[in-house]
């Protein structure tokens, strides 16, 4: 890599193997959620083994990469690398960020989880270029995640991406529906698990996000159709596109 990736966080798929039916169900999901519109996929499985982690991040490379949509290896710094996966995120509790960007060098993305402004207003005082992104919540109870922290709600969210200085993008129960309600707050985008993994039709679900994103921002339809109606930000300055 020769320059740091770009990471559009609109639609952001976690990636949760049991309700995708195992790792050959991650890699069809994965596949037909992008071509859905989803704009990047984190590989998370706290279950796996490092082997069945490595094996599986390899097949979303070598399936994302052809298609310029970039790969985030959750918590997993030393996976990210042995994948050559275009970034890593990590939590409160992980390996800390000047650590991770040491191990992962100036070129590959790197998210951050926090839930307070304390933690968000915290990254201010790190190096700049140590982190690109903020994960902020859970915004709703999660089952996806047994350690998840309480949920924070729709309007602590904007409390956090206030004091955020970089972009965030909301997690944690989230559905297409409450995308108005996310860019309000101030969210780059929606870190979506359940409601693409396991689903009938992940594609279809994709795209009703991604649209429901292009219809917030004013912006052409993902499906191919213009968009009608547009509903302001909540505040002003947030990076609603690709973080650098």
Do not use: N
Not at 140 to 151: C, E, Q, S, V
Not at 175 to 185: E, I, K, P, T, W
Not at 198 to 225: F, L, N, Q, S
Request: charged fraction near 20%; aromatic fraction near 2%; proline fraction near 9%.
């Amino acid at each position: 890599m020769s320059a740091r990736i770009r990471l559009d966080p609109s639609v952001y798929l976690v990636t949760d193997t049991q309700q995708c039916g195992g790792p050959a169900g991650v890699v069809a999901t994965v596949g037909a959620a992008v071509d859905g519109g989803v704009t990047a996929v984190q590989l998370r499985d706290p279950g796996a083994s490092t082997r069945e982690l490595v094996d599986l991040g390899h097949a979303l490379v070598a399936l994302l990469r052809p298609l310029g949509v970039p790969l985030i290896v959750d918590d997993r710094v030393d996976v990210a690398l042995a994948v050559d996966a275009d970034g890593a995120h990590v939590g409160q509790h992980d390996l800390d960020p000047l650590s991770a960007r040491r191990l992962l060098g100036p070129d590959r993305h790197l998210g951050l989880s926090v839930s307070t402004p304390e933690e968000a207003r915290a990254v201010a005082d790190l190096p700049a270029g140590t982190v690109d992104l903020l994960g902020v919540g859970p915004v709703r109870p999660t089952l996806t995640k047994a350690d998840a922290r309480t949920a924070i709600g729709f309007a602590r969210l904007g409390v956090v991406t206030a004091a955020s200085p970089l972009p965030c993008v909301a997690i944690g129960g989230l559905r297409a529906a409450d995308v108005a309600a996310l860019h309000g707050a101030g969210a780059a985008g929606s870190a979506v698990v359940s409601a693409v993994c396991g689903r009938p039709d992940p594609a279809a679900a994709a795209r009703e996000i991604a649209r429901a994103w292009a219809a917030v921002r004013g912006g052409p339809d993902p499906g191919g159709e213009p968009t009608t109606g547009r509903v302001p930000t909540g505040r002003p300055g947030v990076t609603a596109g690709p973080a650098a």
